[in-house]
């Protein structure tokens, strides 16, 4: 823990952001990290994303839909919706009142459904019903922010433009010391700062992977966890390296 003191000892606070950390923290926040993907590697050498899709415009559909709701749940509705409206141009044609009945058990179903039919007629009106490979650009679509955006560039294009952070990598990326934050856009940031590029996207899927086999919220496995010795969940033992 006293490391984690140092850490926050080096950062200054304005309004409760950090807005500096000492090169010297950096490194070893960066040193930390490569450690980390290192392991993560062994334990999850596939680790894809848990949405279903056969397409970038099924992905971009699937992740506005999971948005305070389960993968799981988001699986059981898509089949149909992607059956009735299979592209940009049918999900703008489609009635919101049909889509709205298809994502009902989703929870915000009405703004769900608006959200990806105005997405899929601004991507027909705007973009020739392709999704632009630019987060810029993708941001400009109803129901996209940054998260939401990195998913479907990082999965589907291989495209680097950020760290997705949901609650998984948010809770896990601090129990490691990665970061002291809880806000997603400052632990994005420092995420990006610290972490190597190449690793920005399968970071968060394995981070992920593990939240869901391992490092439960309610009841984590910390005996079976490959991340232990990182991290700084208190009233466990310190590990050799």
Known sequence: MAKRKAKAVAKKKVKGKATAVSPEVIEELRSKGRSVVRRLKKLFP????ALDHDS????????????????????????ELFRCYPNAEALKNSTQEDVERIVQPLGFFRAKAKNIRGMAAKLV?????????????????????RKTA????????GIPSGVVVDTHVKRISYLLGLTESQNPEIIE???????????????????????????????PQCADCGLLKWCNRTGLPELDE
């Open 46 to 49: 596939v680790a894809e994303c």
């Open 56 to 79: 970038p415009f099924q992905l971009l559909v699937a992740t506005i839909l999971s948005a305070q709701c389960t993968d799981e749940r988001v699986n059981m509705a898509t089949p």
């Open 125 to 145: 009106d705007d973009y020739e019903g392709e999704i632009p490979q630019d987060i810029d650009e993708m941001v400009k679509l109803p129901g996209v922010g």
């Open 150 to 157: 990195s998913v479907v560039l990082g999965t589907w294009y």
């Open 189 to 219: 940031r420092e995420l990006m700062q610290i972490l190597p590029k190449s690793e920005w996207i399968q970071y968060s899927h394995r981070i992920i992977h593990h939240g869901r086999a391992t490092c439960i919220a309610r009841r």
